[in-house]
């Protein structure tokens, strides 16, 4: 293991509900993801799984329900600050600023983490140098580990899709994440940049040691690098396991092989 998160903590998620209207979009899911443990999260559309995601990141409010981070009560912190406490995501539908170059926009990753913060570097306020150098050194060499170094100067706004997700990745391990959120990090890649981008997600854990919260529909992904999987359905947890053990149950089977597919 080579420089990796300091005391990567728990992630705990208990009975969190949250309901917007009459949709209850969770309903009272529990589990815990341990430290640099890889958890895949599936379920069919609807399922809750991005409204899970957006309680950990603190986009939304649970109605009632507990989200903790070690000792640290995730409920309790804003969005900033649960980046601050180390927790990176993606988005389901990439989030990145078309009008920035590939370089810039893994940088914005940094901000979370350093003392200018990213309202003044947006707005294009002095950071020391000796600030700005060591990030960019960071972020070309990630770049790099992501075979992204060619694209580095290039605007975001004129990449291909599967290259851009890859952009995501690098950005949200800027902020040198101790537990990484990957929403749909597959979705709309061809097979090969799946299995690669599977290859890559394991490689950067076993280097760095942080724990993945992996949502994908991408069941190949999932049981390949996911150390255990969370199934919902309607807001609930129907099981959790081994992926061996999920991949036999029988709501599982019934969702995923059986039907249409
Ligand atoms: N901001 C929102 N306002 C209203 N309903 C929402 C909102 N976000 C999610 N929902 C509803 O909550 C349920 C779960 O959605 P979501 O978490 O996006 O599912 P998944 O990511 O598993 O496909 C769905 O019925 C969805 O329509
Ligand atoms: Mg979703």
Redesign the pocket.
Known sequence: MSAGPPDVPALQVSDVRLR??G?V?LDGPSFTIEPGQIVGLI??????????FNCISRLYQPDSGQITFGSTDLLALSADAVADAGIARTF?NIGLFPTLSVLDNILTGAYSRTRAGFLATALGLPRTRREEADEQQEAWALLESMNLEHVGRELAGNLPYGTLKRVELARALMQRPRLLMLDEPANGLIHEEVLELADTVRRLRDERGFSVLL?EHHMAMVMSISDRVVV?NF?QKVTEGEPAEVAAHPEVIEAYLGGAA
């Open positions: 917007f209207g949709v979009a379920g069919p559309n609807g399922a809750g799984k991005t409204t899970l389901q949502v919902l807001g």
